[in-house]
């Protein structure tokens, strides 16, 4: 009984997801996103340490824009007509998803860019000739 319950809260929580991805045009951005990081990240075989970083701020942004999603939500549940009340949690809402976005990209940036600037180290050392014999 406890592990069909168990069960049952994962597959509410991946109809969640679902809906999440099917109704929000940024948390399909967030996707795309994740998966070119992911991408780069095997591409450049990032250490274990930057994983750790990669992942904490790609779980971080989806976590909060589920909760973006799901205060909206709820909010337009509860009070359908606009309120300046409910205008402003949403507001603070959608500025907690830009504001761990944001983060994620600084973590982008600390964890890629001495990757992109070896590789193009290596490029163009590679292109300009020797000029000691």
Not at 58 to 76: G, K, P, Q, R, Y
Not at 110 to 123: D, I, K, N, T, Y
Request: proline share 5%; hydrophobic share 65%; charged share 10%.
């Amino acid at each position: 009984m406890i592990l069909i319950r168990r069960l049952q809260s994962f597959a509410y929580a991946l109809q969640g997801l679902a809906f999440l991805l099917r109704t929000q045009p940024n948390a399909r951005v967030h996707l795309l996103a994740a998966l070119l990081v992911c991408a780069a990240g095997v591409y450049f075989g990032l250490s274990r340490a930057e994983w750790l970083w990669v992942v904490a701020a790609i779980v971080l942004v989806w976590s909060a824009e589920a909760f973006n999603t799901a205060l909206e939500l709820l909010a337009d549940a509860l009070h359908p007509e606009w309120h300046p009340a409910i205008g402003r949690a949403k507001d603070m809402a959608a500025a907690a998803v830009l504001i761990v976005a944001v983060g994620a990209a600084v973590i982008g940036m600390l964890v890629f860019v001495p990757h992109l600037a070896s590789m193009g180290q290596r490029a163009f050392a590679a292109s300009v000739p020797c000029l000691i014999p």
